[in-house]
């Protein structure tokens, strides 16, 4: 069984998390070399997965989704053909999103991850944002001059909140949705359009967090239905916990900032990271 990200968090109560990191990029170069692809099958990513939690030791063990179908795609050219069949803004997304075989390869990693994990560690679903999911997938099908807008990112939420259930049998720790840089380009992200995947993590006891670009949303009331927020700018109110996003100075060599109550280290590994420096870096946090 999967711990609950929420049994770890410094603001639920916990005190088991202190670092989390993103690190996909940067240990697969590492263990697979540059182009390596663990999504070829279940037993594929549980060994390369088992590599990278044995080499980083991270307090959360993160299975990253929007990778997965990437990662099909573009072993399928004709379904992203298919993807811009339809010129209804969410299509693509629904296209990609509604495929067995991915799905299936998710349901069987989860499976696998979860076993060799006893329980030890939470396993987080890191997907991108449904606005940024909806973008990407518009992208994929080769459109250009892409206006979201927010009926198109509720759609966006409810195929995602979908591919969730897909994988409901599972004892999941928590779901992550992720903005892209970019995205902050795009506008204010209205929370409440994330709905669909809100109540879906709501009703599975699924904790849920967030990666928000900008600081617009800490003034959103849907914030504290979230358990944890990852930023470099926003402290989340509690019980909401904080993971502090310590990238730029924990790779530039800078202080690091002290850790208040409710609050853990969040940190992306730069894909072209010497190991060395990465190991070093990481004794830091968690000195």
Known sequence: MSQSLADSLPGKGGSGLRVWLKASAYTRRLLLGEGGDPWQGAPQYLAYFSQAQGLLRPDVAVVEVGELFDSWLLRHPEVRAEMGAKRRLSFPLRKLLEQDEPRRLLAEVVEAVIANLRGQTPLVLAMPSPKHWLYHANLLAGRSDIELDPDG???????????????????????????????????????????????????????????????????????????????????????????????????????????????????????????????????????
């Open 153 to 287: 990112i509720e759609d966006a939420a409810m195929y995602m909140a979908d591919l969730l259930r897909s994988v409901s049998s599972s004892p999941v720790g928590g779901v992550l949705l992720e903005e892209h840089p970019d995205d902050a380009a795009m506008g204010e992200t209205e929370l409440e359009r994330y709905r669909p995947l809100i109540n879906v993590a709501h009703h599975y006891r699924w904790s849920l967090a967030l990666r928000p670009q900008g600081v617009a949303v800490a003034a959103s009331p849907v914030l504290a239905e979230f358990d944890a927020v990852l930023s470099a700018a926003i402290a989340a109110p509690q019980p909401v916990s904080t993971g502090v996003d310590v990238s730029a100075a924990l790779w530039s060599g800078s202080p690091l900032p002290a850790l208040s109550q409710a609050q853990f280290y969040f940190a992306e590994i730069p894909e072209a990271q010497r190991p060395e420096f990465v190991l070093e870096s990481l004794a830091r946090l968690r000195a």
